[in-house]
């Protein structure tokens, strides 16, 4: 019994170890650009740098703790200014938002 318990531990553990390497793999890459408010692509998502910027009448589901900070694309860890899957290749500011903001934790 002991050891089909230490068998599915391993494998959990392994499983988690799969997951995580691909985030490492893509903090190797390329250096990222920051994202200007003003391109095609930001506007396209409306994307916010500073979301105390946003108009709560424009955007009536939007709430103050929605910042890319709090949303479940932005990659984990604590920069100021950190990558978005929803960006590719560029950097978003933690305090920023976007139309597509979705809650951490719910993707
Ligand atoms: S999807 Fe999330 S992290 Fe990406 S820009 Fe929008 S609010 Fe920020």
Redesign the pocket.
């Known amino acids: 019994m002991k050891l089909i318990n230490r068998r599915a531990l391993l494998l959990a553990l392994g499983l988690v170890a799969a997951t995580v390497r691909p985030r490492r793999a893509v903090a190797a890459e390329a250096p990222r650009t920051l ?1 200007d408010e003003n391109e095609a692509a930001a506007k396209k ?1 409306g ?1 916010i740098a500073n979301s105390r910027k946003v108009d709560p009448k424009a955007n009536p589901g939007f709430k103050r703790s ?3 900070a709090t ?4 990659d984990f860890g604590t920069a100021r200014q ?1 990558g ?4 590719p290749g560029r950097l ?1 500011e933690a305090g ?7 809650l951490k934790g719910t993707k």
């Open positions: 994202l998502i994307y929605h910042t890319c949303c479940a694309y932005i950190r978005c899957s929803l960006v978003v920023g938002w976007c139309k597509l903001w979705k």
